[in-house]
């Protein structure tokens, strides 16, 4: 792997951001109006709760940061060959000298850029407005962050390659596929809350829900949960896997029946 290739594709997509500050929207404005709302939901439950406040209220800001970390992942990949398609620069990355994993290794970096920016700014907003602490997690933020991250990396390869399997038609898929798995994996309610019960044994196949249970853990106990982590970190190895098999075999497809062109200048 050139890492020069590597860094140079990743500048090329940071100053899409630099240029047009207008996309600095989708990476700060969503994510925290997103974050107001659950908080202010927080602060009613809280001033209309009876006795102490539960503590499992606060879960709902923990699990609100922590899923957009799996989304700005996803959106890193996803968004860096969306932003190649509508500025029909397609063609001249498939035609460069840059190989599959070295592509793919910068849309992973810069999905690690979105998630630092997104993540640092809910952080401040969630300790200035609700007193929420993201550090209260401790250590267990890492083995967290890495582990969603790589689901949502894996979920990008994902969208990506229906994309380029089905076209432009099929763009939505760069936002729909994490809300797919979203009421699986149990962001702000335990896997037990899954119903019917025979779903759970799918929720707790996917990756990111060990880890959200995991977090649950440690903020009712102060806990770090190695079960649950050593479970997230091997179902992420395969689901990787699996997302990186499923986006070269659509690559290839694609490729094969001359797709790829048409597809590039539509």
């Given amino acids: 792997m050139n890492l020069n290739v590597v860094w140079a594709l990743v500048l090329r997509y940071l100053f899409l951001y630099t240029r047009t500050p207008l996309r600095l929207i989708e990476l700060i ?17 809280q001033e209309n709760t009876t006795g102490s406040f539960p503590k499992v209220i606060t879960f709902l800001l923990g699990a609100m940061i922590l899923w957009d970390v799996i989304f700005r992942a996803q959106q890193g990949v996803a968004i860096s ?10 063609l001249n990355v498939f035609v460069a000298p ?8 910068a849309t992973f970096g810069v999905g ?9 700014v809910l952080g401040l ?5 609700y007193a929420f602490n993201l550090f209260t997690f401790g250590w267990a933020l890492v083995p967290f962050f890495g582990n969603l991250m790589v689901s949502g990396w894996a979920l990008g390869m ?9 076209g432009q038609a099929a763009e939505s898929l760069a ?38 249970e995991g977090m649950r853990e440690v903020l009712a106990t102060g806990v770090f949960s190695w079960e649950k982590f050593l479970w997230a970190s091997g179902l992420n190895v395969l689901f990787l896997a699996l997302a990186g098999w499923f986006f070269l075999y659509m690559l290839k497809v694609t490729r094969r029946r001359g797709l790829l062109t048409k597809f590039a200048t539509q």
């Fill in 125 to 129: 907003v969630a300790l200035t407005m």
């Fill in 29 to 45: 404005f969503w994510p925290v109006v997103e974050l107001l709302i659950w908080g202010y939901l927080m602060l009613f439950i």
């Fill in 112 to 120: 690690l850029v979105r998630i630092a920016v997104t993540v640092t």
């Fill in 81 to 90: 060959f969306l932003e190649d398609v509508w500025t029909r620069n397609l």
């Fill in 175 to 212: 936002w729909a596929v994490p809300f797919f798995i979203q009421p699986l994996i149990a962001v702000f309610y335990p896997v037990s809350a899954i119903k019917p019960e025979w779903v759970q044994h799918i929720a707790l196949a996917l990756p990111p829900t060990h880890v959200f």
């Fill in 158 to 166: 994902i969208s990506t390659a229906l994309i380029l399997r089905w």
């Fill in 98 to 105: 840059v190989r599959t994993h070295e592509y793919l290794a």
